[in-house]
């Protein structure tokens, strides 16, 4: 984004453009169908690999587009927008794809990326573990030298996708030779190595992507499962966290346009005293206050994306954080609104807006939580001291 004319470029409009009408061929219905059927949205997944959109972030010689995070992020907002917004386009090419580009050695690439930007293959995330929560210095996923190779052990929780990958980005910990401190490391653990197990968990939230546990018990792992350096594994963490924030806030983006579109042309159409419903400023007011706060924090979105690939991997931490904020904060709101516009007719089926109530809810937990993005801003953002 030109950061003097607040305009995209002429080829993200055109990209836009291009998924929109993807989107629109398959449609919140086919999404809402295939995750009630517990279906996964295999065909349009595979459609997007194939025209190039899951991998428009990775780089040209592994198979992908060579363009940026805010190109991927235009591709997942504009699927969302269509009522399809994808889960696993937030790790698969966002976090996994970009750690892997960024960190990964020339025979990790080319390994992984190829696929993972066709949409043949798929990498998923592990770091939130049961006991540790929001509270990520205190994971125990812990890997233990064997030689030259890794034994890798410990318990995450809430890992989306893992039924549908080939392989898991774990974060782990190993110890420092020095110190006998534990420090983070990022390990690609296969879905079928022996030692790993994951199990669903239920959840309330009508989507084609499963939650799990995941159970690892002395993982045999290669030397080569390691990404990256041992030693620079945070700096790699973040580089993979920001996307993940930014990808988190399209998501959110996306489900609100889609959610006031959908408000906006009820409250045109539905009368009940003879004028539409949307004359009566009750109606309307909110609406207009939700497109407000769906532009501000789409702009915010721009900045992280926009300072992210420029490559100030610090400077994007804040706008990321505040984008995904602002864009959870707006989607939980544009749902209810759109659903308090549509009456009774906003909790049936045929509406396609009860779906996604829990699905913005996400939003606001995940990646990480509106708690933590205000302590961030407290402590980082206004100097605050940290209370935790
Ligand atoms: C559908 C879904 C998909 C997910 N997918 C993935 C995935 O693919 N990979 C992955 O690794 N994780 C995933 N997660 C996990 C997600 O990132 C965590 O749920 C989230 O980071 C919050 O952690 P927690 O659930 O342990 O909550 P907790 O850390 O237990 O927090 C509970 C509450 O306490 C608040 N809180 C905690 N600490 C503080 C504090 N210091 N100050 C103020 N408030 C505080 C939190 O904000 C929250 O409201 C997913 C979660 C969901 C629901």
């Not at 020095?178 to 990022?186: R, V």
Request: contains cysteine.
């Amino acid at each position: 984004m030109n950061a003097m004319n607040f305009t995209e470029p002429e080829e993200r409009v055109a990209l836009r453009a291009a998924v929109a009408e993807l989107g629109k061929k398959y449609g919140h219905e086919y999404y809402a169908k295939q995750a009630r059927a517990g279906l996964k949205t295999e065909e349009l997944w595979a459609e997007a690999g194939r025209l190039g959109y899951l991998g428009v972030n990775l780089p040209e010689e592994y198979g992908g587009g060579g363009a940026g995070i805010a190109d991927l992020a235009a591709v997942l907002e504009e699927l969302a927008a269509a009522g399809c917004p994808l889960l696993l386009m937030v790790v698969s090419p966002a976090i996994c794809g970009t750690v892997i580009s960024r960190f990964g050695t020339d025979e990790q690439k080319k390994r992984w990326l190829p696929g993972i930007a066709d949409g043949s293959r798929r990498m998923v995330f592990a770091i939130t573990e049961p006991d540790a929560g929001s509270n990520s210095h205190k994971i125990t996923t812990t890997a233990k030298r064997d030689g030259g190779d890794w034994v890798l052990s410990g318990r995450k929780v809430y890992i989306s996708g893992v039924d549908e990958a080939d392989a898991v980005l774990v974060v782990g910990r190993t110890e420092d030779a020095k110190t006998g401190k534990l420090k983070p490391a990022l390990f690609i653990v296969p879905t079928d190595a022996p030692g790993f197990e994951y199990k669903q968990i239920e959840m309330d939230l009508i989507a084609p992507e499963k939650q799990f546990g995941l159970f690892l018990d002395d993982v045999h792992l290669p030397a080569d499962a390691l990404v990256g350096e041992e030693d620079a594994a945070i700096a790699q963490l973040f580089a993979g966290l920001n996307p993940e924030r930014i990808m988190g806030a399209s998501f959110s983006l996306g489900i609100a346009r889609y959610a006031l579109g959908k408000a906006v042309a009820y409250a045109n159409e539905r009368k009940v005293w003879g004028a539409p419903i949307g004359t009566h400023q009750g109606l309307a007011h909110p609406l207009a206050e939700i497109k407000i706060e769906l532009e501000l924090a789409k702009l915010m979105t721009q900045k992280a994306a926009s300072l992210y690939d420029s490559g100030d991997d610090f400077g994007a931490g804040e706008s990321a954080n505040m984008a995904k904020y602002a864009a959870a904060e707006v989607a939980i709101r544009a749902v209810d609104q759109a659903v308090q516009t549509h009456g009774g007719n906003g909790l049936a089926s045929e509406y396609g807006l009860g779906t996604l109530v829990a699905a913005v809810r996400l939003g606001r937990i995940a990646p990480v939580s509106r708690e933590m993005v205000l302590n961030f801003v407290g402590q980082h953002s206004l100097g605050l001291p940290r209370s935790y």
